[in-house]
């Protein structure tokens, strides 16, 4: 993204800001056909990495489904205009009042986090996958990893085969469904987990329409090239999908939108102090909790007129000592006023942001090669106090 486009987007609808490169996005769908061009193959787009409608809108014009885990997310696909048959469902603890909507509207399928969940299922025909713990690590942050059997999701083998020799005649078996962590880069975790899923249906005789195969493709966060490599997925992991024999779905989010957003923001003050050097800018946690959540690395760069180059750390202004958005940067040496850019906040950015020390959440603005759109307006105190119902004169 050109430089002049945040300052232009920065002084037409101010700092903080999150900023949407569709073409991006485009993009990023292209490097996903490319590399399963030799799979047939759908993709979902898993909502939770970032829920703005305008976005959503767009991803749904290029051909996405929908990928919800929450009755809410479930509400916005359709208001999106998503088709409950386009939809699949996730998450553990669906709540039984819930599963009775999905079946009802028909959703594509419900991936079934456990047998508790199948017992609570109404009784309704529906489509359903079951979600499989394989039990492989998947080597990422142990908060975004999902597919160990310690973790909480889904169920194992034995569980699974249970679950299917005792399935009601109301629920119809589509698919098996896997996603066993996030932010993935190595290879050999996804291989480890679709080779095991391959035996387990091979093993059950199964008849499936599709495997569902979740996320988690990783981006690179520090632009030293930590991504997924494509081609080695191409050439190890396509292989195994192959062999499965019938199409292959995904939930992808964060490698889909998170190289295609930017935080931008402005230098509010630097702080020198006799061990380290702060920039203090006019983002936080708030807006972006992902390197104070899971010590991630989001890549900083400013745009001062000078080229000093300094180390410092880049902070926000919450009373948290975590609230640190990189540490240790080489930087060029901004001054007061200056922009900042935080990149791959596509996903988990905005979505995972909060009003802690009443910050306000920032405007969301789309760009689409021509022309700014503002997706989303910034928060203002007032929307927080119209939720809590309070008046200085309904005390009186
Ligand atoms: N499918 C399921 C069942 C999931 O749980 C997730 C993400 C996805 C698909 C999409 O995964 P992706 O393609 O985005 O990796 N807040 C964390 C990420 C949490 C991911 C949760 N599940 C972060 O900021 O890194």
Redesign the pocket.
């Known amino acids: 993204m050109d430089k002049e486009i945040f300052l232009k987007a920065a002084k037409e609808f101010g700092t903080p800001l999150y900023l949407y490169d569709l073409r991006v996005i485009k993009k990023r769908l292209e490097m996903v056909e490319r590399t399963l061009k030799n799979v047939e193959h759908k993709i979902f787009f ?1 909502f ?2 970032n829920s703005n409608p305008h976005l959503l809108e767009f991803v749904k014009s290029l051909g996405f489904g929908a ?1 919800v ?1 929450s009755m809410n997310e479930y509400k916005m696909a359709k208001l999106v205009g998503f088709s409950p048959s386009n939809i699949v469902v ?2 553990n603890g669906k709540i039984t009042d819930e599963l009775k909507v999905y079946a009802r509207d028909g959703v594509g399928c419900v ?1 079934v986090d456990s047998s508790e969940e199948i017992q609570r299922f109404p009784d309704l025909s529906a489509r359903i996958a079951i ?1 499989i713990n394989p039990d492989v690590d998947a080597k990422t ?1 142990p ?2 990893s ?1 597919g160990l059997k310690k973790n909480k ?1 889904g169920v194992n083998m034995e569980s699974a085969s249970a679950i299917i020799r005792s399935l009601p005649s109301n629920l119809k078996l589509v698919g098996i ?1 896997s ?1 066993i ?4 880069t190595d290879i050999s975790t996804f291989v480890d987990a679709f080779k095991s899923l391959k035996s387990f249906i091979d093993k059950e005789s199964l008849k499936l329409e599709f495997v569902n195969i ?5 981006i690179d966060y520090s632009h030293k090239g930590e991504g997924l490599n494509l081609q080695d997925y191409q050439e190890k992991v396509v292989p195994i999908l192959k062999s499965f024999g019938v199409p292959i779905h995904l ?6 939108v ?1 190289p295609a957003g930017y935080l931008v923001t402005r230098v509010l003050e630097l702080k020198r102090t006799t061990s380290k050097n702060f920039v203090i800018v006019d983002t936080s946690m708030s807006d972006l909790i ?1 390197p104070s ?2 010590g ?1 690395h989001h890549h900083i760069e400013f745009f001062p007129d000078g080229s000093e180059e300094i180390v410092a750390d880049v902070v926000g202004r919450v009373c948290e000592t975590g609230d640190t958005l990189g540490k240790n940067r080489k930087i060029f040496k901004p001054e007061i006023g200056d922009l900042g850019v935080i990149y791959n906040v596509g ?2 950015g905005y ?2 942001s909060s009003n802690y020390n009443l910050s306000l959440r920032p405007a969301e603005v789309a760009f689409d090669g021509r022309n700014l759109k503002l997706i989303r307006r910034r928060e203002t105190l007032e929307d927080i106090v119209k939720l809590c119902d309070f008046s200085k004169n309904s005390k009186q």
């Open positions: 898993a939770k990495s990928d885990v996730n998450g991936n979600r942050h908060y975004i999902t999701f469904h996603h962590g996030s932010q993935i979740g996320g988690g493709w990783g939930e992808l989010g964060r490698f889909i998170g992902r959540l899971y991630a996903a988990y979505a995972m």
